[in-house]
């Protein structure tokens, strides 16, 4: 832990993806919650079959999810949703005529059922 | 929010995709537990690896999540559920061979952690 | 229920998906938890774009969710996570080059707003 799922859609063609999620990695590393940078595990699905709403309206959306165990106050939460969605918001240049809805959820992982091993 | 996730097995070759979320997003406005039909996001994949059980029969699912921000009572999301779980069972005409599972989770979003923005 | 979720990053190109999602299943079969087979419904996603850490060097990661009804004990919930990391260690012969990560995570879904149907 901490896991980051990150969700954009189809047409948002301009994305970076992989340099997106580093990004977002570096800004959980420098929120000082978390020991090493080994632990962050990210990952980017593009949704190809998607629908916002109930326009047909050119629309698109990136949700990241960040999943951490639990233990964590409201107020680190909080803070690291912002920061993540600060982040996303600054990715900038996005398609002109597609409207786009940003979203960062903050997520519990059970930490007595949470297994972990590293290998190599 | 609120979010809805879709998963089908790959087997379900039949299944109108985008027609499905339209109309689970119809669904969901319908309720009146939404101010928008702009803040539904929904989205669909297509689950090409996949076990249910141990036997080698053909079987297959539908998985749909609804995550919502916490605070709706445990009516409401169970009537959400129901809902949702009627609107995949009138979607009809299923592979006649597969064993077939339909199924809806309801999700709370940690309200205070969530954070949202729209552009364009 | 039970729902299992097991994500993989691209560069582990020798895993046996459907072999292990049927391992793991069996896992739980054993485990005495839950009383049909049929119940279980696992899916394997590859994971093309990932960045774990803000490293470049070569790592990759497999994460399991495991969802059930909300009521098993911590105890059973441990066991069963240990159960399934046990089984993803023994899967062996990782790529020599990645730094890689097996976890487990082990999920409550709302036992009031769950709904399922079976057809055929």
Redesign the interface.
């Known amino acids: ?1 901490p ?1 980051l799922h990150l ?1 954009y ?1 189809a047409n948002l063609t301009g994305l970076a ?2 340099k997106t ?2 990004r977002l ?2 800004v959980l ?1 420098a929120s000082g919650q978390f020991g ?12 190809e ?7 047909i309206n050119p ?1 698109g ?1 990136i ?1 990241v999810t960040l ?1 951490m165990l639990s233990g964590r106050s ?1 107020q680190v ?2 803070q ?3 920061s ?2 600060a982040a996303l ?1 600054d990715l900038g240049e ?1 398609p ?1 005529n ?13 930490r ?9």
Do not use: C
């Open positions: 832990m896991h969700e859609t993806v992989e999620l580093l990695n570096n590393m090493s940078e080994f632990d962050i595990k990210s990952r980017a699905v593009k949704v079959s998607f629908q916002v709403g109930t326009s629309r959306f949700a999943s409201p939460k909080q690291l949703s912002q993540l969605l918001q996005w002109a597609v409207q786009l809805q940003l979203s960062v959820e903050v997520l519990d992982i059970d007595d059922s949470y297994s972990k091993v590293a290998i190599g």
